[in-house]
């Protein structure tokens, strides 16, 4: 099993600009979860997806933020326009149910950094 | 809504010693708690989790511990090596499917 692959790795972008993570979560899981970690505020989920359709987006921190699951195996997390303060580490997830004794599995990140 | 704590938030040990790692909850309907492990660079791994119908759980050099009463679960790592360095997280439910994670503990094994 491949496990959860993200992409880009790294991000540098300028302040103002388009960020596009990527996620692609373990075949068969039903449930991905998009989380933010950072020293000051540690992991914070972001959204979670059930079978595509989003389920919670309560964590989102602005509008600014958007995230998309078109199919099974592909989501998207976009920050439009990016600034410095979102620059963390970006971290996909997914679990086979989402239930809350089903363990998740993290992707290897994306930080991201905005100047 | 559910909130862990979790201490000490750095721990320093000899190689070959016990480490102990302890986080408390606040949903008394909580009943899963996982604990994963973070190295440089990567994304947080489980390595190993109980659920509330046990007490205890065992996975060769790593132990978990729950105590349902007082809301608490704590990680072992017994007999510890260099590569058990890294930063230990424990996370428990809240509403149906969401987790909050402990604020970690870097767990720093000296040889």
């Known amino acids: 099993d491949a496990g959860v692959i993200q992409s880009p790795r790294h991000e540098v972008t300028e302040m103002g600009q388009e960020v596009t993570l990527r996620c692609k979560p373990i075949?068969?899981?039903?449930?991905l979860f998009w989380y933010r970690q950072t020293m000051m505020r540690g992991l914070e989920l972001l959204i979670y997806?059930?079978?595509?359709?989003?389920?919670?987006d309560s964590g989102m921190p602005e509008d600014r933020f958007s995230a998309k699951m078109p199919n099974a195996s592909f989501s998207t997390l976009k920050i439009q326009p990016s600034e410095p303060r979102d620059s963390a580490v970006y971290f996909c997830?997914?679990?086979?149910?989402?239930?809350?004794?089903?363990?998740?599995?993290f992707g290897p990140g994306t930080r991201l950094t905005v100047l | 809504g559910e909130n862990v704590e979790q201490h000490p938030s750095t721990l320093s040990v000899q190689e070959g010693d016990s480490a102990v790692i302890k986080c408390t909850y606040s949903?008394?309907?909580?009943?899963?708690f996982p604990w994963y492990k973070q190295e440089l660079g990567k994304g947080p791994q489980l390595i190993i989790d109980?659920?509330?119908?046990?007490g205890e759980k065992k996975d060769q050099r790593i132990a978990v511990t729950l105590n349902k009463t007082a809301k608490h679960f704590s990680l072992h790592i017994t007999e510890t090596q260099p590569e058990d360095s890294a930063v230990y997280f424990c996370?428990?439910?809240?509403?149906?499917?969401?987790?909050?994670f402990g604020s970690g503990t870097k767990l720093n094994v000296k040889p």
């Open positions: 996370a428990a439910p809240y509403n149906f499917n969401k987790f909050y």
């Open positions: 997830a997914s679990s086979r149910q989402g239930t809350s004794t089903d363990t998740q599995y």
């Open positions: 949903d008394s309907a909580s009943n899963y």
């Open positions: 075949s068969g899981h039903n449930s």
């Open positions: 109980i659920r509330s119908n046990v």
């Open positions: 997806f059930n079978n595509n359709v989003p389920i919670d």
